[in-house]
């Protein structure tokens, strides 16, 4: 089983997840700019984040044989800090970076006028640049937040079907299903959506333009619910293409239009040891006194 997660916090995650990720089958994956839990308190914070995103996680993450890829936005819920709204200048300088894959996460969190411009002139971006958008829907008073960013995104004029709408469940999927947008949801140990609950939900729409991830973050999350779904979809008698398709094929479609997915035609395969790693399971060369992270990614 191979896996690309499409929506993953990995600035949060141990390195040790990035082990257990690669031995269950992650190769690629996603990490969208998000909020880190603390308001930032200048513009200058982000930059730090941002490289950080292009920067030290594709290291990180390749010493597992893991592909990293990243989307940059200025997110919904930061929005609203006019300290924050000085990125809005920076965007364009990272847009532009090899591995950014998409604008994202963009969208609503309270569905504030200031997350309006916000997510407008992200949108904007995002038809400029000529990348995908990533779309984050809020967590309270989501359907009508889904519909009002459903809104946005046709007054853009950006392409739907380059628009991811992410954190779907039972209620929105409908609101989506036929505007030409992805559908993306994220698999959770108790809230959002389950593997049991996704699986009822391809059943019922098809895995077409469906994106799955575990959205994993500094909050209770599993960074191998992925897998889990995977593993539910092949025990209700879905095969291995449908799973295929779900977890690799549809998220290599979808980021592929940004023209900048780098992926490895060698990359390890269900229960491989990561190829050309410096980490723990791709061999200790390279180290420094068994350390299991390289020093670098400058």
Known sequence: MRIFDPHIHMTSRTTDDYERMAAAGVRALVEPAFWLGQPRTSAASFVDYF??????EPFR????????????ALNPKEANDPRCREVLDL???????????????????????????VFAAQL????????????????RDKARGTERSLAVVAESGLDPGRVVIDHLNEVTVPLV??????????????????????VELLRKYGTERMLVNSAADWGRSDPLLTRATGEAMLAAGFDDDDVDRVLWRNPVEFYGQSGRL??????????????????PAGGAAGTFEGNSILRGGS
């Not at 490289?51 to 030290?56: F, N, R, S």
Request: net charge negative; with cysteine; hydrophobic share 35%.
């Open 51 to 56: 490289d950080a995103l292009v920067g030290w």
């Open 61 to 72: 993450a390749s010493q597992f044989g893991i592909r990293h890829h990243a989307t940059i």
């Open 91 to 117: 965007l364009p300088r990272y847009l532009d970076k090899d591995g950014v894959v998409a604008v994202g996460e963009v969208g609503y969190d309270s569905m504030t006028p200031e997350e309006d411009e």
């Open 124 to 139: 904007a971006l995002a038809v400029e640049h000529e990348l995908p958008a990533l779309v984050h829907t809020p967590h």
């Open 177 to 198: 299903r036929d505007t030409g947008c992805w559908l993306g949801f994220s698999i959770y140990p108790e809230t959002k959506m389950s593997p049991p609950r996704m």
């Open 262 to 279: 780098e992926l490895d035609a060698d990359a390890p395969g269900d229960g491989d040891a990561p190829a050309g790693g410096n980490g």
